[in-house]
């Protein structure tokens, strides 16, 4: 069975420092290379073997009308088009509710501009190989640094070891749906990662975490614990998995990194 993805799209419209430095309605219709960011995830998406049905989360239904093509995709039925929610989490809740229990949905962002399907197909099979309810996608934080120097990413270190995020879930049983939840009460920590793993994992783990004693398993066999649940990571081999844009310093990054290889 394939997966359903869901690609979060929601954003603080034409106030968002990308959006305005691109000059459009909304971060998720920054061009990048010949298309909007939004329509970049999708098209990879849609050739990748692992995915089958694409839903959009976002952006607002006026932002979605300036971009003729991607418009296209949601006439024409090949992209089912959510409104956005308050918060990602919410967002993400909506894109779920709308696939069959018995479905794996792989979630995503819109300004995920450097996904390619290689690494969405790597991503897909070795989640399922874990036989866990939900699944994170990481990246050496050694490898992210590397291959971008300067570029500013998020590192959380674990057991002497550093990962970086690459806005891949996946959600493979209807238990592991209910990580979404949880989601959303630690989700404004994201850029504060002690505080982020204060709310998920307790105070107690934040002595391990700095003892160095938090390792990535025991962080999320005690998630496992607290949501009844099995989580599991995928480590990519992937550095450009973890680059998405959140800042106009990033959107630089892949348009170079686009330019340099069409």
Known sequence: ?????????????????????????????????????????????????????????????EALDWDAGLRALVDAGEVEWLAPRATPSLSAAEGLARVPPAVPVLLTTADHALLAPPVVDHFCEAARATGADVVVGLAWAEQVTAAFPGSRRTILRLGGQGYCGCNLFAFLTPAGRSAVGYWRR????????????????????????ALGRLTLDRALARISRRLGLRAAPVILPFPEAAVDVDSVEDLQLVRTIVDRTR
């Open 1 to 61: 069975m394939t997966f359903t993805a869901v690609v979060l799209a929601g954003d603080r419209g034409p106030d968002d420092p990308v959006a305005r430095a691109a000059g459009v309605p909304s971060k998720a219709l920054a061009l990048v290379g010949d298309r909007p960011m939004a329509r970049r995830v999708l098209d990879t998406l849609g050739a990748s073997r692992a995915v089958g049905v694409r839903i959009l989360c976002g952006p607002s239904r």
């Open 186 to 209: 630690v989700e404004q920590e994201r850029k504060r990662p002690l505080r982020m793993l204060a709310g998920a994992l307790g105070w107690s783990a934040i002595v391990h975490y």
